[in-house]
């Protein structure tokens, strides 16, 4: 299975990818045939250049050091990004023979994909932004030689959670790119990152993966029944992660069911009230499940790395109580995040309740995201212009939107769930 394999409906950036990739090996490879013919004519004592200090790629070549992966939700582009990380590091002796880099199988390749090579750091964030002291650490670390003589890799998932001061010290680390290292930023749109950094990008565009296409991956990749699977995939249109948590996650099937159902609740302003809190409830719900999965295991391991002995009562020795109260701080920033991002799926189910609607109006044949609530769909088209649909589809964007201007999330649910009632 090649690394490209899990791209889904990909093929243009696939295609990409493993052109620069082959670029890639072919100057690694000859960096390292000139080095050795260096040495073999006598001129060991002389030092030879390093693997770090490497020519960067050519004007000419299809590889370059800074890569910019956008699309819309669901699209890969982590994935892509993690898939051009291994192909990097790939060391099959088939690529001698003219295979291309990303075999899959060989060392290279497996620990890229399962994130333990020694030159891949792939960079997620549970938090609301990525700060300049992590960044700081990030431009430290690209500036090491790679352990394995090949590329060092950094893999930004969330590049749009960059804060401003944080952009701009990348923005250095991306004009001065160290030798042999790549940055691999990940983000929903150009706007998302500074001008000046996506300027020194290259740039690979990711569209929404068919749903058919998302269907079989779920089958293949994760044995999926293939109903279910059909299922999942038409309700989440090709949101390839969202899919696989509704196919492996009863609670989140039932959230969204949940979801659906309020646009038949909300005839009067104790109905739209009511399920506002409701609504805000299942997403504080979300983030206290993730408090207690990973909070006390977090919180243990730092007493007992700070020290905090078993035979004192658990207190924390002294000048140690700052590293306790960041982590408490961190926590807090993550349940913040958490809940918002549940409310932000919540919403998403809404706008496609709606979208839905609207091609019943309209009487478009394009097929719909939720037909397992078919009939609530008609009753809203029947009762309804297409005009208030799309003011209805406007309020959820609205909300969206106030939510992520830190507006208190009652009050921003509050005030789409009435104008969703008025219409």
């Given at each position: 299975?090649?690394?490209?394999?899990?791209?889904?409906?990909?093929?243009?950036?696939?295609?990409?990818?493993?052109?620069?990739?082959?670029?890639?090996?072919?100057?690694?490879?000859?960096?390292?045939?000139?080095?050795?013919?260096?040495?073999?004519?006598?001129?060991?004592?002389?030092?030879?250049?390093?693997?770090?200090?490497?020519?960067?790629?050519?004007?000419?070549?299809?590889?370059?050091?800074?890569?910019?992966?956008?699309?819309?939700?669901?699209?890969?582009?982590?994935?892509?990004?993690?898939?051009?990380?291994?192909?990097?590091?790939?060391?099959?002796?088939?690529?001698?023979?003219?295979?291309?880099?990303?075999?899959?199988?060989?060392?290279?390749?497996?620990?890229?994909?399962?994130?333990?090579?020694?030159?891949?750091?792939?960079?997620?964030?549970?938090?609301?932004?990525?700060?300049?002291?992590?960044?700081?650490?990030?431009?430290?670390?690209?500036?090491?030689?790679?352990?394995?003589?090949?590329?060092?890799?950094?893999?930004?998932?969330?590049?749009?959670?960059?804060?401003?001061?944080?952009?701009?010290?990348?923005?250095?680390?991306?004009?001065?790119?160290?030798?042999?290292?790549?940055?691999?930023?990940?983000?929903?749109?150009?706007?998302?990152?500074?001008?000046?950094?996506?300027?020194?990008?290259?740039?690979?565009?990711?569209?929404?993966?068919?749903?058919?296409?998302?269907?079989?991956?779920?089958?293949?990749?994760?044995?999926?029944?293939?109903?279910?699977?059909?299922?999942?995939?038409?309700?989440?249109?090709?949101?390839?992660?969202?899919?696989?948590?509704?196919?492996?996650?009863?609670?989140?099937?039932?959230?969204?069911?949940?979801?659906?159902?309020?646009?038949?609740?909300?005839?009067?302003?104790?109905?739209?009230?009511?399920?506002?809190?409701?609504?805000?409830?299942?997403?504080?719900?979300?983030?206290?499940?993730?408090?207690?999965?990973t909070d006390a295991k977090e919180t243990e391991e730092l007493r007992a790395a700070l020290g905090a002995a078993a035979g004192t009562g658990g207190r924390l020795p002294r000048g140690t109580a700052g590293a306790m109260?960041?982590?408490?701080?961190?926590?807090?920033?993550?349940?913040?995040?958490?809940?918002?991002?549940?409310?932000?799926?919540?919403?998403?189910?809404?706008?496609?309740?709606?979208?839905?609607?609207?091609?019943?109006?309209?009487?478009?044949?394009?097929?719909?995201?939720?037909?397992?609530?078919?009939?609530?769909?008609?009753?809203?088209?029947?009762?309804?212009?297409?005009?208030?649909?799309?003011?209805?589809?406007?309020?959820?964007?609205?909300?969206?939107?106030?939510?992520?201007?830190?507006?208190?999330?009652?009050?921003?649910?509050e005030a789409m769930t009435m104008a969703l009632r008025a219409g």
């Open positions: 299975m090649a690394v490209w394999d899990d791209l889904v409906g990909q093929d243009r950036v696939a295609s990409q990818l493993t052109a620069a990739a082959r670029d890639a090996d072919a100057l690694v490879t000859a960096t390292a045939s000139a080095a050795s013919e260096r040495k073999s004519a006598g001129a060991g004592s002389e030092p030879s250049a390093s693997p770090g200090t490497a020519e960067a790629p050519p004007a000419a070549s299809k590889m370059t050091h800074a890569w910019l992966f956008t699309g819309p939700p669901g699209s890969g582009r982590a994935a892509a990004a993690r898939a051009f990380a291994a192909a990097l590091q790939c060391v099959s002796p088939d690529r001698a023979l003219g295979g291309a880099p990303g075999c899959g199988f060989c060392d290279g390749c497996h620990t890229a994909l399962i994130g333990t090579h020694a030159d891949v750091e792939v960079v997620r964030t549970d938090q609301l932004s990525i700060g300049v002291k992590e960044t700081r650490d990030l431009v430290r670390r690209a500036q090491l030689s790679p352990a394995g003589g090949r590329w060092q890799v950094i893999v930004l998932e969330d590049a749009d959670r960059l804060t401003e001061g944080a952009g701009n010290v990348l923005l250095k680390a991306v004009e001065e790119p160290a030798p042999r290292t790549v940055w691999l930023l990940c983000t929903p749109s150009l706007e998302d990152v500074l001008p000046t950094i996506r300027s020194r990008c290259r740039l690979l565009t990711l569209r929404t993966p068919p749903v058919d296409a998302v269907a079989d991956l779920l089958v293949r990749r994760d044995g999926i029944e293939p109903e279910l699977a059909a299922s999942v995939a038409r309700a989440t249109q090709g949101h390839i992660d969202r899919a696989h948590r509704l196919a492996t996650d009863e609670r989140a099937r039932a959230r969204r069911a949940s979801v659906l159902k309020l646009p038949l609740r909300i005839d009067d302003v104790g109905g739209c009230l009511k399920a506002a809190q409701e609504l805000v409830d299942a997403a504080s719900e979300d983030a206290k499940q993730v408090a207690e999965e109260k960041d982590l408490q701080d961190r926590q807090k920033r993550r349940a913040t995040r958490t809940q918002r991002d549940s409310l932000d799926l919540a919403l998403t189910d809404l706008a496609g309740f709606y979208r839905d609607v609207l091609a019943l109006q309209f009487g478009s044949r394009t097929a719909l995201a939720n037909t397992d609530v078919q009939d609530a769909l008609e009753r809203i088209a029947a009762g309804s212009k297409p005009e208030r649909t799309l003011r209805r589809i406007e309020a959820v964007r609205a909300c969206r939107e106030a939510l992520d201007r830190n507006v208190a999330p009652l009050l921003a649910v």
